[in-house]
């Protein structure tokens, strides 16, 4: 039995702003999903790749 993959998914990237997921994001975004992320400093998620594109948080507040 085989089923057909979604053609849109939510993807959490962790470590969004790093080297890695600074790539993966625009790739998964052009790709037409949807995507969630975390980053120890939300400054830094207001940077591209990000684009300042943000809800929510969870961590601490300086």
Do not use: K, N
Request: net charge positive.
């Amino acid at each position: 039995m085989t089923s057909a993959a979604p053609s849109s998914l939510t993807c959490l990237v962790t470590g969004a702003t790093g080297y890695v997921g600074g790539r993966l994001v625009p790739e998964l975004l052009a790709a037409g999903h949807r995507v969630r992320v975390m980053s120890r400093s939300p400054g830094t998620a207001a940077r591209p790749p990000l684009g300042g594109r943000r809800r929510g948080g969870a961590g601490r507040r300086r």
